[in-house]
């Protein structure tokens, strides 16, 4: 892993961050100055070999190759603004390469994919918006915003990736099972009491199992990959992705949707630019030729549009928890059903009154309810960090 990280920045992020409630942790770069307690904690845990889901935010502001050179170009000012700018229209590209590839072994549908591509696009924006002339705090809140909508991008890769792992234990369960089915036709066949057909379903189903692990083994390496990329730890580094916190529907009950409508629209980040642009979205020809009152109005008129459609994403986002709240709740009833049943299964194996492949089956219907409770799980908590996201300011994919 790349060490040369900005200490002075993440110094005073993660005194926010990872230690509140202390006393401020102390600039390990400034001359005389030894790093404190709390700060050479927070280095170690960041510098370990396991990625924590609460780790992605720094991560990526002090590892990631083209936010820490954007941070470094605001710190010094040593760079005009025109070259800040670049700077974000570097990290744009190369977020929508990285993009690029996840869709590429993904699908461009996968859930993770399109988060993924519609903050490469917000970066894109973003980043042809900035005016080479505002102040460095403008600059360094830019960043920021660039920063959050990796980081949501980010979360989502996280929650792809352990909901591709539950996933692999089902069909690698189902590969097993495959591979004693045909054993045993095999052997029928041997001793003349099974068809070819039999012996060739057999194959077609192992062959489907082997295409179906390879697929999910494929979009694992490539989240692996990219989240690693974000956050500066080597491809083929030893690196531990660590687990998405569980969902919480509790705090369901104390989301506000009419006041967190109005929030969403106020931290938007491209209604900010839209109101503080001077065309809203027009293009340069078109703001140099269009009369005052008559752009002004266009303006409105977008902006209004605008904060309309994001008020129905922020329903549309709200409807999604209560729907994967019910989902979860559901699969959290078959997931106990499938246990008593597993339980009961492993006894019936002891008393010699199951087959062993009537017990792996068994077995396969357990881990299938497993499987389904943890992605419930994993697809209420993204539904609630996408709200949550979307209230902070980051425009979510709300499909």
């Known amino acids: 892993m790349n060490m040369n990280r900005r200490k002075g920045l993440m110094?005073?992020?993660?005194?926010?961050?990872?230690?509140?409630?202390?006393?401020?942790?102390?600039?390990?770069?400034?001359?005389?100055?030894?790093?404190?307690?709390?700060?050479?904690?927070?280095?170690?845990?960041?510098?370990?070999?396991?990625?924590?889901?609460?780790?992605?935010?720094e991560l990526i502001k002090n590892y990631y190759a083209p936010i820490k050179s954007a941070y470094s170009m605001i710190d010094t000012m040593e760079e005009d603004q025109g070259s800040i700018a670049t700077a974000m229209r570097v990290v744009a590209d190369d977020y929508m390469s990285q993009a690029d590839q996840l869709a590429d072994v993904l699908g461009s549908g996968n859930p993770a994919v399109m988060q993924v591509v519609g903050g490469a696009r917000m970066l894109r924006s973003s980043a042809g918006s900035m005016d080479r002339a505002i102040e460095r705090s403008k600059s360094s809140r830019s960043v920021d915003r660039q920063v959050n909508m990796i980081v949501s991008g980010a979360e989502t890769l996280m929650n792809q990736y352990e909901y591709y792992l539950a996933q692999r234990t089902v069909v690698a369960k189902a590969l097993e099972i495959a591979r004693t089915a045909q054993a045993i036709?095999?052997?029928?066949?041997?001793?003349?009491?099974?068809?070819?057909?039999?012996?060739?379903?057999?194959?077609?189903?192992?062959?489907?199992?082997?295409?179906?692990?390879?697929?999910?083994?494929?979009?694992?390496?490539?989240?692996?990959?990219?989240?690693?990329?974000?956050?500066?730890?080597?491809?083929?580094?030893?690196?531990?992705?660590g687990p998405v916190p569980a969902a919480d529907p509790s705090v369901i009950g104390t989301l506000d949707l009419a006041s967190d409508k109005e929030t969403a629209v106020n931290n938007n980040y491209s209604l900010i630019s839209m109101r503080s642009g001077s065309g809203a979205g027009m293009s340069d020809f078109q703001v140099r030729t269009t009369k005052g009152m008559t752009q002004k109005a266009n303006k409105m008129r977008t902006v209004d549009y605008s904060e309309d459609q994001l008020r129905s994403d922020m329903q549309t986002l709200y409807d999604t928890i209560l729907e994967k709240n019910a989902a979860y709740d559901s699969a959290s009833t078959a997931y106990q059903s499938a246990q008593l049943t597993w339980n009961a299964a492993q006894i019936q194996r002891q008393n010699g009154t199951l087959s062993q492949i009537q017990f792996m089956q068994q077995e396969l219907a357990y881990l299938q309810a497993q499987s389904g409770f943890k992605c419930a799980d994993l697809n209420l908590q993204q539904a609630l960090r996408n709200y949550q996201w979307a209230v902070k300011g980051v425009s979510v994919s709300a499909g």
């Open 185 to 241: 036709q095999q052997t029928m066949q041997a001793q003349g009491l099974a068809v070819d057909a039999d012996v060739l379903s057999a194959a077609a189903q192992l062959s489907s199992a082997k295409s179906q692990l390879e697929s999910i083994d494929a979009g694992i390496d490539q989240i692996y990959k990219t989240l690693c990329y974000y956050t500066g730890w080597d491809k083929g580094a030893d690196t531990v992705i």
């Open 11 to 57: 110094a005073l992020s993660l005194a926010a961050v990872m230690t509140a409630g202390s006393t401020a942790v102390a600039l390990a770069d400034e001359p005389g100055v030894v790093p404190g307690e709390a700060y050479t904690e927070a280095m170690a845990r960041l510098q370990d070999s396991h990625m924590e889901y609460d780790e992605l935010t």
